[in-house]
C-alpha cells in the first residue's frame, strides 16, 4: 500500500454525548472516514480530544454504570462507577469507550496509539495542530439529479383488445363444440 497521509484531529469534548462522540473518534482512528479505508490496514488519523472533563453523560449513567478490573488474586475484582471515574480520572471514560469499538487485535492496539486525551484545554501537546474540528455525521447526503424526466408506464394492452383481432374466430370453436352435444 502506497503511504498513508496521516492527519492531526483536535476535537473539543464539551457539551458533546460520550458515546456519539466515541463513535466519531473511533471512525477517524480507524480510517472510515477515507476513501482507501481496509480493515486489514490502519489508514486512521492521529486524533487529540480536549476538554474531556466537560464531556456529558446522559440517564442515570453517573451512578449506575461500573467499570470492572481484575488483580488476578483471588477476590481481587474490584469496580468503579463512572461518576466516581469522570471525578478521579476524567480522560478514562472516553479512552475506555473507544477501544471498546475499535478491533480487539495487534492492529486496534495500533489505532489506539494513536489517540490522546486531555482533561482540560489546550496544551502544548494538543497546540501542534492548528484547527479544532467540530464532530459531525460524515455520511453525505443524496442529492436529486437534475433534469431528469420522470417515464410513464402504460400498461400493457389486453390480447382482446388488439386491434384487428377479429371477435367472431374466437366464438366460433366454441359454438361447435356446443353443436356436437
Known amino acids: 500500500m502506497s503511504k498513508i497521509k496521516r492527519e492531526h484531529h483536535v476535537i473539543d469534548a464539551t457539551d458533546q454525548t460520550l458515546g456519539r462522540l466515541s463513535v466519531q473518534i473511533a471512525k477517524i482512528l480507524m480510517g472510515k472516514n477515507k476513501p482507501i479505508y481496509e480493515p486489514n490496514h490502519d489508514t486512521g488519523d492521529f486524533v487529540t ?12 449513567k453517573t ?13 481481587g475484582l474490584k469496580s468503579i462507577t463512572l461518576g466516581k471515574m469522570m471525578e478521579q480520572f ?16 495487534r ?9 490522546r486525551v486531555f482533561a482540560g484545554p489546550v496544551t502544548n501537546k494538543a497546540a501542534r495542530t492548528v484547527l479544532v474540528k467540530p464532530v459531525k455525521d460524515n455520511k453525505p447526503k443524496a442529492e436529486k439529479p437534475k433534469n431528469i424526466k420522470p417515464v410513464v408506464v ?28
Not at 49 to 60: M, R
Open 49 to 60: 480530544v480536549i476538554n474531556a472533563a466537560k464531556v456529558k453523560i446522559t440517564g442515570n
Open 63 to 75: 451512578e449506575q454504570k461500573l467499570y470492572y478490573r481484575h488483580s488476578n488474586y483471588p477476590g
Open 90 to 105: 476524567p480522560t478514562r471514560a472516553i479512552e475506555y469507550a473507544v477501544t471498546g469499538m475499535l478491533p480487539h487485535t
Open 107 to 115: 492492529l486496534g492496539a495500533q489505532m489506539n496509539k494513536k489517540l
Open 154 to 181: 402504460k400498461p400493457a394492452a389486453k390480447p382482446a383488445d388488439k386491434p384487428g383481432a377479429d371477435k367472431s374466430k374466437a366464438a366460433k370453436p366454441a359454438e361447435k363444440s356446443a353443436e356436437k352435444k
